[in-house]
């Protein structure tokens, strides 16, 4: 089992930055991948970016390409989405997700962001 848990979010104005955390415990050893997806509301889950948990090696929708940079902190079993130049349509529930074997195994309860003045 791997439990995750999201923090960073919140209301942020837009043009602004913001840096989410997902935390990972439990059978950290055993993910191979972690991901982050949003959800703007009335819309499906859409897919951000991914880094592959031992090489580093990072991935992007082309939506996130230049303002939003995924990385991981391996000795605190944390990844991060920086996102940067945030716009109203950013706003979305962010989550994490963390890959075992072939599919997202296991998610976060999301956090909240906002962009609005």
């Known amino acids: 089992q791997v439990q995750l848990v999201e923090s960073g979010g919140g209301l942020v104005q837009p043009g602004g930055s913001m840096r989410l955390s997902c935390a990972a415990s439990?059978?950290?050893?055993?993910?191979?991948?972690m991901a982050w997806f949003r959800q703007a509301p009335g819309k499906g889950r859409e897919y951000i970016a991914h880094?592959?948990?031992?090489?580093?090696?990072?991935y992007y929708a082309d939506s996130a390409k230049g303002r939003f940079t995924i990385s991981r902190d391996n000795a605190k079993n944390t990844m991060y989405l920086q996102m940067n130049s945030l716009k109203p349509e950013d706003t979305a529930v962010y989550t994490c997700?963390?890959?075992?074997?072939?599919?997202?195994?296991?998610w976060g309860q999301g956090t909240q962001v906002t962009v609005s003045s």
């Open positions: 997700a963390a890959l075992i074997t072939i599919t997202y195994d296991y």
């Open positions: 439990g059978r950290t050893g055993t993910i191979v991948r």
């Open positions: 880094i592959i948990w031992n090489s580093g090696n990072t």
